[in-house]
């Protein structure tokens, strides 16, 4: 599979072209240390969690480790921003404690 800069994929086994989309994640994560969540936004989430967890970061680097508890796929970066700094607001937390209310609940 190859992917052109002009944003198409295009498979040689089977002859089909796809468009091909960058997406950003904006994600929560939760420490394990003190049991609070910290919203972000990046293109690659595996490779933001790896910074994160070796203290790469240094508003989180004395709260690792930290696992990702949510997520959402944005295919615009000013989408993904707009609801990083919805997640960030009293709404948003409230929105997280309530979509993670199950999570939450078991993992006390």
Do not use: W
């Amino acid at each position: 599979m190859v992917i052109h800069s002009y944003g198409t994929r295009f498979n040689y086994l089977s002859g089909q072209i796809a468009l091909y989309y960058a997406v950003f994640y904006t994600y929560v994560l939760l420490s394990a240390v003190d049991n609070n969540f910290y919203v972000g936004y990046t293109k690659n989430l595996t490779k933001r969690l790896s910074e994160h967890n070796s203290r790469k970061v240094k508003s989180t680097k004395n709260r690792i480790p930290f696992k990702v508890v949510y997520y959402e796929v944005c295919y615009n970066q000013a989408d993904a921003l707009h609801r990083e700094k919805y997640l960030k607001s009293s709404y948003g937390k409230r929105y997280i404690k309530n979509r993670l209310k199950n999570y939450l609940a078991n993992k006390i």
